[in-house]
């Protein structure tokens, strides 16, 4: 089956750094990859659309530099989360879409990243 | 955007007991997914569905694509199913998924 890893799988880092987080597909090709963050006791919520290529595609109230987003290849996309704050803290998970259409029809998840900011 | 409806939001039962969890939804869909997340908050995809049934295992899930209704069922219940189980929709924003808020199910031995 498809499956999608994430790097790190947990990060606890200081207010002002940046953390870097990758989401790969291992055995399939994604032209799409979503981007989704859930705090303590909440349902996930979509951050934004990455799609090879192209800039991301960000949901409203999501700032785009803030969490920069690039899809270098058909298997990795990255989240970077600039200057972080404490707020910032969360469950960060991805998904790869192996439609070919990218659809968001058929999505396989990462086992997600659990960020603290101190 | 697509509203997803949960129920139960919690569910506590005993080791043995069937289980069934439901999702409903405000708009067409072409697929709708059935995740299941653990304490530690990884997330496994268990179902993804665009018309009648599928079953995995003691797994079994159902969509109604007119009632715009699915849902997850567990036979045979175990301790170890113990999760919040997470209905999911397109409609997020750009092909993203919405979800519902989760069931936290919990199974006594």
């Known amino acids: 089956g498809a499956v999608v890893s994430q790097h790190p799988s947990r990060v606890i880092c200081k207010s002002g750094t940046s953390v870097k987080i990758e989401c790969r597909s291992l055995d399939f090709q994604a032209t799409t990859m979503f981007w989704y963050r859930q705090f303590p006791k909440k349902s996930l919520m979509l951050m934004a659309t990455?799609?090879?290529?192209?800039?991301?595609?960000?949901e409203q109230g999501v700032e785009k530099d803030k969490f920069l987003i690039n899809h270098a290849s058909l298997t990795l996309s990255t989240l970077t989360v600039t200057s972080a704050h404490p707020e910032d803290s969360s469950f960060y998970i991805c998904s790869a879409d192996s439609s070919r259409e990218g659809r968001g029809d058929e999505q396989f998840f990462g086992p997600g990243t659990r960020l603290t900011v101190l | 955007k697509n509203e997803v409806e949960q129920s139960p939001q919690n569910l506590t039962a005993q080791e043995g007991e069937f289980i069934t969890i439901n999702c409903s939804y405000s708009?067409?869909?072409?697929?709708l997914h059935w995740l299941q997340q653990h304490p530690g908050g990884g997330i496994v995809s268990l179902f993804m569905?665009?018309?009648g049934k599928k079953k995995h295992g003691r797994l079994i899930a159902t969509i109604n694509i007119q009632e715009k209704h699915s849902s997850l069922h567990i036979t045979a219940s175990h301790p170890r199913d113990s999760a919040v189980y997470i209905c999911?929709?397109?409609?997020?924003?750009?092909?993203?998924?919405?979800f519902g808020k989760g069931t936290h199910l919990i199974i006594q031995p």
């Open positions: 569905l665009s018309s």
């Open positions: 990455s799609n090879e290529g192209s800039k991301a595609t960000y």
């Open positions: 708009v067409g869909i072409s697929a």
């Open positions: 999911a929709v397109p409609g997020g924003g750009a092909d993203g998924l919405t």
